[in-house]
């Protein structure tokens, strides 16, 4: 019996050095933490509990029979985040450059089964060269069963990705297909075929960085979603994230106490708007006043700024927040703004998290680049996404909303339960200059002095539309509130909405215009 439980504590020990002593020093040496380094710091302490530790890898060609390590290069288990089930998967660098084999990939699909069973969320910690080369097309079926589960737990549970090292081909995809991806600044990168292989089809000359780094990711790509300067930093962030998501579409969101008063009155939000309608202000300053402890996770903060999109807690329950950011492009509604605000009101509305937006919109971004590039498509997709939700849908209108952004930045036509506006808001076709400049373009010709003109109807157009009154006369707006007003107002919004039960007609799916 002994001899036995020795014998298990020696074959632990071994799988524990995965790719061995020297690899894990080089692991080290590169700013890199281990596998399991990383699930120790990513769960509550002395929380995982790993399965599968002896696995082998069956393949016998190219030497490989002569080369085997437990647990074969991805360490897989279930732990706690914050006293709530998680269940995790973390690729060892150090054993075959965390290349998925064959039954690396069945480690895997066991725990992403067990999760969805279960509803629980699954994260993944990829640091992996992709197919395990020498295994051929049997790597690639592994990958691909990992990709179907992927797929079939999307809106299910909630999938993040972990980027912490060099990921390339499978170890990228399956990422893609998850809800969010996180990344370690200059030591992770992702992309299809790397620098190499790019030189050789398209003799272009890039670097790892450029091609595929974190940067490059959450600033060019949109790829990922979250760039942090290292591994600890990452993982941190990622129990953060965890803590505001539900653990599937049928568990409730965690209600954390927050401490923050549902009454708490802002008044500097009366002033944060500029006198003159052309000038900018932060509305990131104006989410972080409204939500709990001025508590606000920012998802992809480095792509498409013109739209700010997050979550954060309201008297304790989670929302996601999307708002139009007038400090970049005056906030207009672009492609990538569009693609990026819409995939998160579909994850927000999978997983049952009321969303909350502001709206400061002088509509969609005119020009050839955008026209040329789709914006009709790319638009459609957050008109979409916002029709289609069925989650508590609160709005407020906190200047400009105008023309068809309008109607798509969660109008009360697009089934938004409770919509408000500020005072200052302007609900109208378009601007109140270029309105007039139209409607009363013969009266401005005609006039002896023509800019004296426009500037009359603009005026006269201004005080008729630029108001939020007409929409309120017609139901459209609930009420209009005063700004210092706006977190309890909201707050007792969610309140009232609460237990909201809205079925969509049947249907397989819909077709989202992708
Ligand atoms: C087997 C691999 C491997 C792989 C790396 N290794 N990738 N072994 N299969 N895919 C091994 C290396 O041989 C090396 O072993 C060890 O891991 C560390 O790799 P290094 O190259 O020394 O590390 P580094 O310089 O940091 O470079 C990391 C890397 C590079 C950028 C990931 O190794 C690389 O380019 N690997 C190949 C990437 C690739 O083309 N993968 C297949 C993609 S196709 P030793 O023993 O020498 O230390 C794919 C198909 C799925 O994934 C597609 C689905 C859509």
Redesign the pocket.
């Known amino acids: 019996m002994w001899e036995i439980i020795k014998q298990l504590e020696e074959l632990r020990d071994q799988a524990r050095l995965g790719g061995g002593r020297d690899?894990i020093d080089a692991q080290h040496k590169r700013g890199k933490l281990t596998a399991r380094e990383r699930l120790d710091a990513l769960m509550d302490p002395g929380s995982f509990e790993e399965m599968d530790m002896f696995v082998e890898h069956n393949c016998t060609d190219f030497g490989m029979d002569k080369s085997h390590v437990a647990g074969d290069g991805v360490v897989t288990g279930f732990g706690n985040i914050y006293g709530r089930r998680v269940f995790a998967f973390s690729q060892d660098?150090t054993v075959?450059?965390g290349?998925?084999s064959e039954t690396n990939a069945r480690k895997i699909c066991k725990i992403m089964d067990m999760a969805v069973n279960v509803g629980a969320p699954v994260i993944g910690i990829n640091d992996?060269?992709?197919?395990?080369?020498?295994e051929g097309v049997a790597?690639?079926a592994g990958?691909a069963e990992v990709f179907q589960r992927n797929v079939l737990a999307s809106g299910i549970i909630p999938q993040i990705s972990a980027i912490m090292g060099?990921c390339?081909?499978?170890?990228v995809?399956s990422p893609a297909l998850t809800d969010f991806i996180m990344m370690v600044k200059d030591t992770s990168?992702m992309f299809l075929?790397?620098p190499d292989v790019v030189k050789t089809v398209t003799h272009e000359e890039v670097t790892?960085e450029q091609l595929g780094g974190a940067i490059t990711h959450t600033t060019r790509s949109g790829v990922a979603d979250f760039a942090f300067d290292n591994d600890l930093v990452l993982l941190k962030q990622l129990r953060r994230l965890f803590s505001f998501l539900p653990s599937s579409n049928r568990a409730p969101p965690p209600i954390v106490l927050t401490g923050d008063d549902p009454k708490r009155q802002d008044p500097s939000l009366d002033y944060l708007i500029p006198n003159d309608p052309a000038r900018p202000y932060d509305m990131k300053e104006l989410v972080e006043k409204v939500v709990d402890n001025h508590d606000f996770m920012e998802v992809q903060a480095g792509y498409a700024k013109n739209i700010i999109i997050g979550f954060a807690r309201l008297d304790g329950h989670t929302v996601g927040i999307v708002a139009n950011q007038p400090m970049v492009l005056a906030g207009c509604l672009d492609i990538a703004s569009s693609i990026k605000a819409a995939r998160f009101v579909r994850f927000c509305d999978c997983f049952n998290i009321p969303l909350v937006t502001f709206v400061d919109v002088p509509g969609f971004l005119p020009g050839t680049q955008q026209e040329l590039g789709g914006i009709i498509k790319h638009g459609a997709k957050l008109l979409f996404a916002y029709a289609e939700a069925t989650v508590p849908k609160i709005t407020v209108i906190t200047r400009k909303a105008y023309g068809g952004a309008y109607d798509v930045m969660s109008s009360k036509h697009l089934r938004g339960d409770l919509n408000y506006a500020w005072p200052h808001a302007e609900i109208a076709v378009m601007g109140p200059k270029g309105a007039a400049e139209i409607i009363f373009r013969n009266d401005i010709r005609e006039s002896a002095d023509p800019k004296a003109k426009l500037q009359e109807v603009t005026a006269a157009y201004a005080k008729n539309f630029a108001n939020p009154f007409i929409a309120a006369r017609k139901g459209f707006i609930d009420d209009v509130i005063m700004p210092h007003d706006t977190r309890w107002r909201v707050i007792r919004g969610l309140q009232s909405m609460t237990g909201k039960k809205l079925a969509l007609p049947w249907k397989k799916h819909d077709n989202l215009p992708l």
Do not use: E
């Open positions: 690899r660098f075959f450059g290349s998925l992996s060269g992709g197919a395990r080369i020498q790597s690639l990958y060099p390339a081909g499978g170890a995809y990168y075929t790397g790892a």
